[in-house]
């Protein structure tokens, strides 16, 4: 049974909920080296980072989909995130490969597959589904070992690509500049646990066990605390800057973080350009364990690889993938003019299965509503009510591809505004919403 770990409870409004997956366990060691398990290394990791969380940050909830020696399948470690509807899905494995030479740390994304490395990687960690009985029946036909499942992945679209590459990027930032592993990028495959989620995801490859050097460094509890105190870093300052696009820095409301000001560029129009004060902090002395030069097949940066930031949607046009900033279900839609939108957010008649497209642009406190004025240029703008916060939208379509129109039309002033899909009054998930669409 997965384990909550709650953090001190602070008003609804400011609670973050993170799944932490530890990879593999139980009948699933993972990748097996000697007596080194890969399963055992991941759960480690994992625990101690929720760890860091939960003592650090006090408006966290941090759910674990295993705290022992556990078999879950990738179905389930994904339904754990999308049942308690998590803003942040993070999966912690080990890698492997017949090479001994190969080092250092890497962070995925979903995306395309077309890099043999990547590929070989997501096949890997995919194969735990063939533990699982009628995996065939429950995972749609997909087979693990054929290229032509993974192509299937490349045209399907990622609705929380941005917010996972920034996560990810931060992630290899920390293990490069203060743990000093080697950094192998931010890298685009297509991992199943990934794609079954409805919230900004990564999986963390640690190091390889198959390399002797860094298997020491992955097996000793100085290299795990290093590892996981540094994915926690990553997540305070992605958290960090989440909260202040919504209007929330360290608990606090920042009433114009998610307006634009008036008579400013609209290159920066909308953004908060204000470090948020964890990122000013001294760096702690964490020696550079297993600090290795750079080699020409590992990126001296973090970089995505391959360096596509963006996704297509089902219509083909490119789309940067966003995802709502609490990414937890909406409740009922108000609109403080009476109407849904007008020019140029006009609705048309009302579709079969009641799904609208809108462009969420803000989010505040139900305590700190944003006026008119700073919504200035957005009437009428519907109010979308979750819990203790209020979504501001823009827009009422019935075609996606409309949505998308219009939002482009906003980001000079609104640059972090993305599409949502509303179904009888509720946020529904963005790919359903699609799907059922071209049906």
């Not at 080296?33 to 940050?57: H, M, P």
């Not at 308690?84 to 090479?99: E, P, Q, R, Y």
């Not at 297993?290 to 949607?313: C, F, H, L, M, Y």
């Amino acid at each position: 049974m997965p384990v909550i770990v709650m953090s001190q409870s602070l008003p609804a409004e400011d609670e973050w909920v993170v799944v932490i997956d530890a990879g593999h366990g139980g009948r699933d060691p993972g990748a097996v080296v000697g007596k080194t398990k890969e399963k055992n290394i991941n759960l480690s990791v994992a625990l101690k980072t929720g760890r860091y969380i939960s003592k650090n940050i006090k408006d966290v909830k941090v759910i674990y989909t295993r705290e022992d020696d556990t078999f879950l399948g990738l179905d389930e470690r994904a339904e754990v995130a999308n049942r308690n509807k998590a803003n942040l899905f993070i999966s912690i494995h080990s890698n492997a490969m017949t090479d001994k030479r190969f080092s250092g740390a890497e962070t995925y994304v979903l995306g395309h597959t077309m890099d043999e490395a990547n590929l070989q990687v997501a096949m890997k960690e995919n194969s735990v589904i063939t533990f699982e009985k009628d995996y065939e029946t429950k995972y749609k036909g997909f087979d693990p070992n054929s290229v032509e499942s993974y192509i299937i992945f490349s045209l399907m679209q990622n609705t929380y690509l941005r917010q996972s590459t920034e996560f990810a990027t931060l992630i290899q930032n920390q293990f490069r500049e203060r743990v000093g592993r080697k950094d192998r990028g931010v890298r685009q495959a297509g991992f199943q646990v990934l794609w079954m989620t409805t919230m900004p995801s990564v999986l963390v490859e640690l190091g390889f066990i198959t390399n002797a050097e860094e298997e020491k460094f992955l097996i000793s509890e100085q290299g795990q605390d290093y590892l996981a105190s540094a994915i926690f870093r990553a997540f305070r300052d992605y958290k960090q800057t989440i909260d202040s696009r919504s209007g929330v820095r360290n608990g606090k409301v920042i009433a114009q973080a998610a307006t634009p000001a008036a008579g400013t560029d609209d290159s920066t129009a909308g953004r908060d350009t204000q470090l948020p004060s964890g990122q000013q902090e001294a760096k702690p002395a964490v020696p550079a364990a297993g600090n290795e030069s750079k080699t020409a097949d590992q990126p001296a940066r973090s970089e995505i690889v391959p360096s596509e930031t963006a996704v297509k949607s089902n219509s083909g046009q490119t789309e940067t993938a966003v995802k709502s900033d609490s990414g937890q279900a909406e409740k009922t839609v108000k609109s403080e003019s009476g109407t849904a939108a007008a020019n140029p957010g006009q609705a048309t008649p009302a579709p079969a299965d009641n799904i609208y497209f809108m462009v969420q642009v803000a989010a505040m406190p139900k305590n700190r509503e944003l006026t008119q004025s700073q919504l200035k240029g957005l009437e009428p703008i519907s109010r979308i009510e979750d819990g203790e916060r209020i979504k501001y939208a823009s827009g009422k379509f019935v075609l996606y591809d409309d949505a998308l129109k219009h939002r482009r039309t906003l980001t000079g002033r609104y640059p972090d505004a993305f599409v949502i899909a509303v179904r009888s009054g509720k946020i529904m998930p963005l790919k359903e919403a699609i799907e059922q669409q071209k049906r």
